[in-house]
């Protein structure tokens, strides 16, 4: 398995160095794209959160290992020893912990399943996943679930904002103004909402639109975010800004500055100096780090992940054995469209009924034919050279093999997409098994080798949609 990961996180890297790191998606997508494209890379994910930021690689022979990658695609400078590196079943191993919140520093955490899943998403939409890594970062999404609904940790708190709710203490009656309005920030205020605090969240002029304010709290334009923290309480940030939200001058300029700060963001939102001001400083790093599961509850949540480590295992020793890959299932608007179809026997037959949904300019070439021409054109004679001239697809469904490679020669000479029905080596698409239903439309293919399987796998599919009218 030709899999490495570095990875720089809370254990080895104060927030100092860890929001070096940090970059917001449209950056990570640049730079997963970048690294994917180093000869011998064949795909790269970065996971980035408060906690770490690890860089996956799938590299056959990559001359570089994926910290050296990243920092020289990033241009940052980071010291080697704030990295670890794990190859093959050791990077699957721990990428599966990590989902159950096992290495996070709110151990437990509740954020980490959909930051895993947020990572895969962008590495798609950065065209730089590969089939391994799209099936290891969907068995630690899955993995994580399982670890979070058959493993009852007994930590009173599983986010970085309910740590900060908790550090606080009695709020009831406290005045508080939180900076952001992302996900770590909602749940920030309707804790505090829920414990009586009166809250107060900036929100961007421009965003208005996009944002979600949790039931109880009142707003201000982030502009307004300094002459809001007057006389308050409490002072919480959170946001995904690149710059810092509250500066030490903005600080020090305040009559009655907030007593306590919180800083939740990576990279930091509140400059660090006003630690230095504030009678109770906080930021990501002064919360968690300590592992609240018991011995048996560990036990439990590894051998979760060493389930799935098996069935990463067993699905990469199935990839090497056949030497293929998947085919990536596309589907095409056909109306219209001219389809050349040589064949009349049971196939060609089964052939024509499915696309006969789709709307195509159908065109049947075979001395005989068991159903009735009522919708397409029929050539009653045998395959000529020269048939599938103009033909946006080609399917060759004869009983004759030599027809049936001639066939798939001309349409490869014409860069016509072609189906050999008794050659799967010679296919550029397969004809999928179709199932429709309530308006959806799902094609069903294997490798070209287990017909059975694929049959099965319709009927099924066939059934659930059929619930869907």
Known sequence: MNLSMSGIDWTNAPVALREQASFP??????????????????GCVILSTCNRTEIYVEAAKAAEAPWQLFLRETGI???EEAFVSRCGE???????????????RIFGD?????????????????????????????????????IKTQVHFTSTTSSAAGAAVDALG????????????????????????SRGARVTMTLRTYRHGENQIP????????????????GKDILLSATASPHLTVTAQQFSQLKRPPRAVIDLAVPRDIDPEIRKMAPEFWDVDDFGGVQTATAEQMEQARQLAEEGLQ???????????????????????????RVVLVGGGTIASRRINVLRQFGCDLTVISPQLKLTADWFTWL?????????????????????????????????????LVSVADCMEECSFFFPAICTGGGVVAGVVSSGKSHRKTAVAAKKIRMVLEELE
């Open 25 to 42: 998606p449209e950056r990570l997508k640049e730079v997963m794209s970048d690294i994917s494209g180093v000869s011998g890379v064949e």
């Open 77 to 79: 400078s980071l010291p």
């Open 90 to 104: 050791e990077a699957v191993r721990h990428l599966l912990e990590v989902a159950g919140g096992l290495h996070s």
């Open 110 to 146: 509740d954020q980490i399943i959909t930051q895993i899943r947020l990572a895969m998403d962008l590495a798609m939409e950065a065209g730089s996943g590969s089939a391994l890594l799209n099936m290891l970062f969907r068995t630690a999404v899955t993995v994580g679930k399982r």
């Open 170 to 193: 009695d709020l009831a009656g406290k005045e508080v103004l939180i900076v952001g309005n992302g996900e770590i920030a909602r749940l920030a205020a309707g804790l505090m909402v």
């Open 215 to 230: 039931s109880g709290c009142q707003t201000v334009d982030y502009s307004s975010r300094m002459e809001a923290a007057e």
């Open 311 to 337: 069935e990463v295992l067993r699905w990469w020793e199935r990839r090497v054995s056949r030497g293929e890959s998947a085919y990536f299932p596309l589907f095409l608007n056909l109306k219209g469209k």
């Open 380 to 416: 009653p004679r045998t395959y000529r050279a020269g048939d599938l001239e103009g033909a946006f697809l080609a399917i060759a469904a004869t009983d004759d093999r030599e027809v049936n490679r001639a066939i798939g020669e001309e349409a490869r000479r014409r860069n016509i």
